[in-house]
């Protein structure tokens, strides 16, 4: 890791290649997040300042969110790698005997070596800002002469409260005991933007919290994903994403068209017409971040379109034998490619999922035209439940019962972050969801991919009801067929009856399977870790949402499952 003074006076650093990969700048450690690395603490900076990554092509993402492209975070390669600045500033002296606060890495009272301070300050808005050292130790009165605070540890526990703040000064100290939480730093937030250097402080009005500078809750990244489905998929389009920075300005001159496209090698082979007619195809097309899931439902419902696609190569599987009544289709995919786009992010609570206009925080100071993103390639299997066999079971009383409490639940929780209730809440999206979850977990036992390397995608809303187990690498290969092949009839049937058979009882029982939303304000009914839930990287809505009495029935309960007891 290098590091320069910028023209702002901010401290600033390059991450050298193997520190972070491109994965984590787009999900972990994006924009704004703090990365502890051995020798220093440092958060990302926005992408303003990123040097330029390779180009990543995907046409749906790209209307819906109204950028131009997408960029792969320049981690280890030529053109450089992702800036960052030292976050927080404040640090404290290693030698016991000094303790020193400072913004010095080697301590100017001793030269002993430093380390990052372990508190920081956040609010809801996103922003960051040091822990108000000189406030705590002082308390808001002033300090007799120039403050030299000191971090004195006790040495009698391994708690806050053992840790007392000095002045050396004024001989004014404080503990930290209750340093930790909202309100324990006053009620006004700084508004300060560490990782967008040089931009004002925002007028914020959100109560701010202070932290651990490791706390989970200091990061939550805002992703959107799409998969690449026809006709987008197809040779020529594949040729136009290699060139369409370069197709774009004269996408409405033919007469260019005509004479630069024979030029490119990668559109050998190809009709002049037929790639002029896919550029307006491109062009006219329409996607909405409401549409993008629609698309992907019905491309998945047409398996024979007859054209060699090189990124959504899928096939028809017959339904298990004893599920035709309950699943409409399934099918295999061989090959899929998908883009996750870093939108922003948000700080204390995660960016509710069925909401993409929640605000977020910025990662960047001025508009762009591309966002960060990161592809991946793999394969996977796709369910879909039969359509008018929901409709009837939403119906039921039992059910509908269930997920009323559900949601007066979901909406509690809403309204403590100011987000706005929900009027509904579809059953077949709780279904559809802890039927993911269940089968991810049966699956992980069956072909050799951990829990964690599997993926949910949820189709549910008016005329969808599917879902999507995948597995995607950044590898340009992808995976190598194994969850493809337990979509195969028999051991798919094998793998459903499996999940149905111990999604029955949980070890946890009867504490989970009577478990009361309103009771205990969580959003979800008979699911718990020892169950249903998953990694939070591999589920969409963070690990709420999920009930398996939908699924199937369970014992001393009213019959509510979709499969029933005779699945």
Known sequence: MTSKTGSSGVHSYTLKGGKLRPGQIITTFGPGAVVDLPEESVMITGIDLWPQGPIIQETRLQQALEVKHFRAPAIGNLEGDVPCVRFPRNRVCMNKDCSLISWHKKCPACNSETYPARLIVICSEGHADDFPWHWWAHRGKKCSGKPELRLINQGRTAALADLVVKCSTCGQQQSLAGALGAGAVGSKCSGKHPWLPGMPDANCDARPRSVLRGASNVYFSSLLSALSIPPWTSP??????????TLLPIANNEALQRTLIPELPEFAGFNVEDVMRAIKERISSTTTLSTLRQEEFRAFRNPGGGISHIDFQICSEPVPIGFEPYIKRVILAHRLREVRVLRGFTRIDPVDADNVDAPIAPIMAQPQEWLPAVEHRGEGIFIELDEDRVAAWEVNSAVRQRINEMLQAYNQWREQRGMKRLDSLLPRLVLIHTLAHLLIRQLSLDCGYSSTSLRERIYAGINMCGLLIYTASADSDGSLGGLVQQGLQDR???????????????????LCSEHQPLLTGQMKGAACHACCLISETSCEVSNRLLDRALVCDLPNLAPTGFFGSGA
């Open 236 to 245: 020529i389009q594949a040729a136009i994403n290699t060139h369409w920075t």
């Open 492 to 510: 798919l049937g094998a793998t459903l009856r499996a999940l149905l058979e111990n999604a029955r009882w949980c070890s946890s029982d009867p």
